[in-house]
């Protein structure tokens, strides 16, 4: 719960709701509901990221159903383009295989946001046709290693 304003503060930075899929800032109010159902929620999963003990982004993951879930993640605008996006999608997938059972991890990237695509992909997503993704999204998965 002490994350709650940090996050807050985040999810209305102008950079990523340029890159978010609501594209609209979220009242105080709102924010507070979902922060509370995100830390009780028992199929979801969200992880604050850290470089060098500094709060850069977050990693979420909501689990669909037995076999998906499905990942959000965004860093801050000054510690993108460094490749850190992709070490945190291959750690937050990595540790969600090892809490859940689920056999695949899906990731619903806008088509405008050619760098969030590209990490993905250089994170071992694989480009696919699911029908889950909202429209003007690409669909990604990466699929569980035996």
């Known amino acids: 719960m002490d994350d709650r304003e940090m996050v ?10 340029a890159r978010g899929s609501l594209h609209r800032k979220v009242s105080w109010e709102e924010h507070e509901a ?16 850290l ?3 500094d709060p850069i982004g977050q990693i979420r993951f909501d689990r669909e159903d037995e076999r998906d879930c499905i990942v959000s993640v965004y860093l801050l605008g000054a510690f993108t383009g460094r490749g850190w996006g992709v070490q945190v999608i291959r750690m937050g997938c990595a540790e969600v295989f090892r809490a859940w059972d689920v056999e695949r991890v899906i990731a619903c990237v806008r088509v405008d946001n050619p760098g969030a695509r590209s990490g993905f992909l250089k994170a071992g997503f694989e480009e696919t046709e699911l029908g889950i993704c909202p429209a003007e999204h690409y669909s990604l998965v990466l699929s569980r290693k035996e």
Do not use: A, H, S, Y
């Not at 807050?8 to 709701?17: K, S």
């Not at 979902?34 to 990221?49: H, P």
């Open 8 to 17: 807050f503060g985040w999810r209305n930075d102008p950079f990523i709701l």
């Open 34 to 49: 979902w922060f509370e159902r995100t830390i009780l929620e028992r199929n979801r999963k969200m992880f604050i990221v």
């Open 51 to 53: 470089q060098q003990n």
